[in-house]
Nanobody
Framework: QVQLVESGGGLVQAGGSLRLSCAAS????????MGWFRQVPGKEREFVAA???????SYTDSVKGRFTLSRDLAKNTVYLQMNSLKPEDTAVYLC???????????????????WGQGTQVTVSS
């Protein structure tokens, strides 16, 4: 059973930065893609960014140029550096792992196999 643990959320003023971490453990997997999604009450879960095992990345338009993915394969950990945060970035951020892709990533929530519990990010104006 794969477990994902997010950390790094918090309260920040608009224009500030946060770095989220997602650490994967358990199970047996050699290649995978990891994605970040966010969700606010009453709305559907929204794709934010993802990185494939091969290193390909994808970002939703609203975060391009502000958010950056990186990873430590030895630690099975992916980081989401979030700069120039805006109040509309406020959400619960969840990471997810897709065990079926190597070169590409998907933005579809249903394609991910395991999910973390999420970490709250609040950006004040």
């Amino acid at each position: 059973q794969v477990q994902l643990v997010e950390s790094g959320g918090g309260l920040v003023q608009a224009g500030g930065s946060l770095r989220l971490s997602c650490a994967a453990s358990g199970g047996t997997f050699s290649t995978y893609a990891m994605g970040w999604f966010r969700q606010v009450p009453g709305k559907e879960r929204e794709f934010v960014a993802a990185i494939s095992w091969s290193g390909s990345t994808s970002y939703t338009d609203s975060v391009k140029g502000r958010f950056t993915l990186s990873r430590d394969l030895a630690k099975n950990t992916v980081y989401l550096q979030m700069n120039s945060l805006k109040p509309e970035d406020t959400a619960v951020y969840l990471c997810a792992v897709d065990l079926n892709r190597y070169l590409t990533v998907t933005t579809t929530t249903g394609e991910y196999d395991y999910w973390g519990q999420g970490t709250q990010v609040t950006v004040s104006s």
